[in-house]
C-alpha cells in the first residue's frame, strides 16, 4: 500500500436528482427553472434561484451539480482523492414537517447510494485498514419548524446505519428558533453518541436591509452575510452552554468559522462583564474555540494563518473548495477556490510538511473515521 498523502475535500455539495426534480417543481425559490439564453435564439438554459430576488436571476445549473461521474472529474482534475460530500442549502428548512421528514430519509439513502458507488482508491495511507471510498457523505436532518424531535432522533439513526455517511450539514434554523433551542439538546446528544461530524453551513446571511440601495450583486450577502451568520450561530449555541452540555460533539464551521476567531477575545471580554452569562459557562470563551472544527475555505494565508486560528495548531483546520460553486472564470480551467485554497495552506507562516499534510488529509481521515 502506497505511504503517500491524500487530498480530502470536506466542503463540497451536491442536489442530488431527487431535490433537482423536485426544486424543479417549484414555482418560488427555492427553485430551479428554465429560461432562453441571451443572445443565443432558440437555446435554453437552467438556472437554479435559493434566495428571492437573488441577482441575475440566480445562476446556470447542470450535471456538475448531481451527476456523480462529473463530480469524480473535478476531483481528478484537482488532484482530490477522497471527497465528503453534503446536500447544498437551503436542505430542508422550507418544507413542511412530514415534507421534511421523508425527503430526509429519501435522500441519505440517496447519498448512501452517490457514495458506496464510487469506486475505491487506487492507493491509501500506510495502515490505514479497510479500503477507502472516493466518495463519502453528510446526511440531512428533517429540521424545520414544528418538526417532531423523535423524527430528528429517527433519521439520525438511520444516518449512523449508513455505512459512508460520516456526519450531518446543518444550517443555523434549526426547529425555527436557532441553534440554541433547549429542544434540540436530545438531538446533539444523539449526534454526539453516534459519534458524527455536524458541519454547521449559512444559508440566510444577515437581513438584507444592511446592504444598502446600490446593486452590489451577491458580493455582501455572500462574502459578509454568510460568514457572519454562522458567527452567531456558533456563538448562540456557545452561550447556551452546548459545548458544555456535550464536549464530544464534533462541530465544522463552513468558511473557516466567519468571524469567530477574529472576535472571540471581545467575546470572551463581554461574558467576563456579564454575571449571569459568565455563570452559565464552564470555560473562557477561548476555550471554547479549541473545540471545534474549521474550514479552509479562506481563499488567503493571513486568514489561515490568523492569530486565533494558528493558536488552535493544525489539527483543527480541513481542506474544503465549495464546488460546484464558483467555476473557473475566463482564462483558466482550475477552480481557484481549489488553487487559491491550497496556495493559503501551503502559505501560512510555521507549518511544515506534516501540518500541511494533517489540513489537506489527514484530519479528515481522523475525525470522519475514514481510516
Known sequence: MSTRKLLVDVHTHVYLPRY???LRARAVAPKIFSRPVPGEPGAREDRLVIL?????????????YWDRPEKLAFMDKHGIDVSVVSSANPWLDFLSAPEANTLAKELNDDLEGFCSSSPELD?????????????????????????????????????????????????????????????????????ERNGLVVFLHPHYGVPSSMWGERDNGHVLPLALGFPFETTIAITRMILAGVLDKFPSLKIMLAHSGG????????????????????????????YYLGQLYFDAVAYGSEELGFGKLRALGSSRMLFGTDHPF??????????????????????????GDKEREAVCGGNALRIFNLA
Open 20 to 22: 433537482a426534480s423536485f
Open 326 to 351: 464558483f467555476p473557473p472564470l475566463k482564462g483558466t480551467d482550475k477552480w481557484r477556490s481549489v488553487t487559491e485554497n491550497l496556495a493559503a495552506i501551503n502559505g501560512v507562516a510555521g507549518w
Open 123 to 191: 492507493s491509501a495511507p500506510s495502515g490505514s485498514g479497510p479500503s477507502i471510498k472516493r466518495l463519502y457523505g453528510l446526511g440531512l436532518l428533517p429540521l424545520v419548524p414544528e418538526a417532531s424531535p423523535s423524527d430528528v432522533l429517527k433519521t439520525i439513526t438511520q444516518i449512523s446505519s449508513l455505512p459512508h455517511l460520516k456526519g450531518v450539514i446543518m444550517g443555523t434554523q434549526g426547529l425555527g428558533r436557532g441553534l440554541d433551542d433547549e429542544e434540540l439538546e436530545p438531538v446533539w446528544g444523539e449526534i
Open 52 to 64: 428571492d430576488n437573488e441577482p441575475s436571476g440566480g445562476r446556470p445549473i447542470g450535471p456538475q
Open 259 to 286: 468571524a469567530l476567531p477574529a472576535l472571540s477575545s471581545r467575546l470572551a471580554s463581554c461574558i467576563d462583564h456579564d454575571p449571569v452569562v459568565a455563570s452559565r459557562l464552564k470555560h473562557n470563551a477561548r
